[in-house]
C-alpha cells in the first residue's frame, strides 16, 4: 500500500511538472518530456522575427547572426540594412526570451558612428559580442565591398538589449590597400589560455589571429591559421574558434556569400591543439594550405549557409548562421541548430 501511495505522488508530481512546464513555454518533446527549449538535437523550429528583409518593404536583415545569452534572454546581432554612405545601416538586434526557438523580437539598429564613413560602407558587417565582467563589447566591420580598406571597431554596454545604449570605441585596427595584405574585417573575440584574441579576415590572404592588449587593443604577432591558395580571391572568411575538451576549433565560411539563391557559401572547420595554430581538417590537410571539413552545405531550401557564430550551453554547442530561403525567393534568415560531435569532431550537418 505504502509503494503505491509513492507512485502515485510520483505520478501526480510528473503531471504537475509537465503541466507547469508547458504553462510556461517550454516545448513538449515527442517522448512526452519537457524542457527549457533548448536540448533538443538538430536543427531548431525558429519563428518569429527571424529574418523577413526585403528592400524598402520590410526591415528585419538576418546576415552574419552573432548569438549571446543575458540572464534568461538571448540575443542575436546581425549586419545592418544595406543602405547608403551617407546613411549606412548600423548592427541589428534581435531577441528571445527563454528559448533559442523563439519567439524572435526584433529590436533595431545600434546607429552607425560617424568615423566609419571614411571607409565608404552602405552598411556595418559581420558583429561579435562577448562579456568581461559585466560589461558587453560589440565588434564590428566596416569597409568598401571588394577592398581591404577596411576596420574593425569597437563599442560596449552593460545592457545589450538597447541599442541607444553602446557606447562607441572606435576602430580596434584597420587594414589598408597597398599596406597590408590581410583584410580587417569579421571580427571573432574570444578569451583562452588566460588572454583575449581576435580572429579575423575575408579573402585576401586568409584568417589571422592577434591578440589584444585590452579589448579596444591589439598587440603582438600576427598569425596566419587559415588560407585557399589556388583558388580564386581565397573565398574563405568569417572566422569562429571554440574550445573544446582536448582541441580549438576553427570554423569559417567558403565560397561566394550574398548573392541570394546563387550563393555557394558553407561552413568548414579546422582544429588545433594551441589556439595560434596549426589547424587541420579532418584528413590533416594543414588548413593554412587550404585544408578544411566541410560540415554544412547548402541544404534543400537553405541556400548558401555561413556567417555563423557557435553558442556553448551546458553540454550542447549551438550553430547559428544565415541562409537564403529558396522557398522565398532567396530572402536571408538565420537558423540555429545543435552540433553533434563524433570522435571529437563537428559531424557532417545533411
Same mark, same amino acid.
Not at 549571446?68 to 534572454?73: A, F, M, S
Not at 570522435?343 to 563537428?346: A, I, L, N, V
Given at each position: 500500500?505504502?509503494?503505491? $501511495?509513492i507512485?502515485?505522488g510520483?505520478? =501526480?508530481?510528473v ?7 508547458v504553462?510556461l513555454?517550454f516545448?513538449l518533446?515527442?517522448?512526452?518530456? /519537457? ?11 525558429m ?7 526585403i ?5 528585419d ?5 552573432a548569438i549571446?545569452?543575458?540572464?534568461? /534572454?538571448y540575443?542575436?546581432?546581425? /549586419?545592418g ?5 551617407? !546613411?549606412?545601416?548600423g ?5 528571445s526570451e ?13 546607429p552607425?558612428?560617424?568615423?566609419i #564613413?571614411e571607409?565608404?560602407p ?5 558583429p ?7 560589461e ?8 568598401s ?10 563599442a560596449?554596454s552593460?545592457?545589450p538589449g ?7 570605441h572606435?576602430?580596434?585596427?584597420t587594414?589598408q ?6 583584410n580587417?574585417?569579421d571580427?571573432?573575440?574570444f578569451e583562452?589560455? !588566460?588572454s583575449?584574441?581576435?580572429?579575423f579576415g575575408?579573402?585576401?590572404s586568409?584568417?589571422?589571429?592577434q591578440k ?11 598569425? /596566419?591559421?587559415a ?12 572566422? $569562429? =574558434? ?7 576549433y576553427l ?10 539563391t546563387?550563393?555557394?557559401?558553407? =561552413? ?5 591543439e594551441?589556439?595560434?595554430g596549426?589547424y587541420?581538417d ?5 588548413l593554412?594550405e587550404?585544408?578544411g571539413?566541410v560540415?554544412?552545405s547548402? #541544404?534543400? !531550401? ?7 557564430? =557557435?553558442?556553448q550551453?551546458?553540454?550542447i554547442d549551438?550553430l ?10 532567396g530572402v536571408?534568415?538565420?537558423?540555429i541548430?545543435?552540433?553533434d560531435?563524433q570522435?571529437?569532431?563537428?559531424k557532417?550537418?545533411?
Open positions: 500500500m505504502k509503494s503505491k $501511495t507512485y502515485a510520483v505520478g =501526480i508530481l503531471v504537475v511538472v509537465v503541466v507547469s512546464a504553462m513555454g516545448p518533446r515527442d517522448d512526452g518530456k /519537457t524542457d527549457n527549449g533548448n536540448q533538443d538535437k538538430g536543427e531548431l523550429a519563428f518569429g522575427d527571424i529574418g523577413d528583409f528592400q524598402d518593404e520590410v526591415d536583415p538576418a546576415h552574419d547572426p549571446i545569452k543575458d540572464q534568461n /534572454t540575443y542575436v546581432f546581425s /549586419t540594412k544595406l543602405q547608403n554612405q551617407e !546613411d549606412p545601416g548592427i541589428y538586434i534581435r531577441k527563454g528559448t533559442l526557438e523563439g519567439e524572435w523580437e526584433a529590436i533595431g539598429e545600434i552607425a558612428p560617424d568615423w #564613413k571607409y565608404g552602405n552598411h556595418l558587417w559581420a561579435q559580442v562577448v562579456k568581461r565582467e559585466d558587453y563589447y560589440l565588434y564590428y566591420a566596416t569597409s565591398f571588394g577592398s581591404n580598406n577596411s576596420a574593425i571597431g569597437a560596449s552593460k545592457t538597447d541599442p541607444e545604449s553602446w557606447i562607441d572606435g576602430p580596434v585596427f587594414s590597400q597597398g599596406s597590408e595584405d590581410y580587417a574585417i571580427p571573432h573575440v583562452a589560455d !588566460d583575449w584574441w581576435i580572429a575575408s579573402h585576401f586568409g584568417i589571422k589571429l589584444m592588449a585590452s579589448q579596444t587593443e591589439v598587440e603582438g604577432e600576427i598569425y /596566419t591559421l588560407n585557399r591558395p589556388g583558388v580564386a580571391h581565397n573565398p574563405i572568411e568569417a572566422p $569562429t =574558434i571554440i574550445e573544446k575538451g582536448n582541441y580549438f570554423f569559417t565560411s567558403w565560397d561566394q556569400c550574398c548573392n541570394g546563387d550563393s555557394t557559401y558553407k =561552413i568548414a572547420v579546422g582544429r588545433s594551441s589556439v595560434t596549426p587541420v579532418k584528413d590533416g590537410v594543414p593554412e587550404g585544408g571539413t560540415i554544412l547548402t #541544404k534543400g !531550401d537553405q541556400i548558401g549557409p555561413g556567417g555563423q557564430d =557557435i553558442l550551453e551546458g553540454d549551438y547559428i548562421y544565415h541562409y537564403y530561403d529558396g522557398d522565398a525567393d536571408i534568415r538565420m537558423q541548430r545543435s552540433l560531435w570522435e571529437e569532431w563537428p557532417q550537418i545533411n
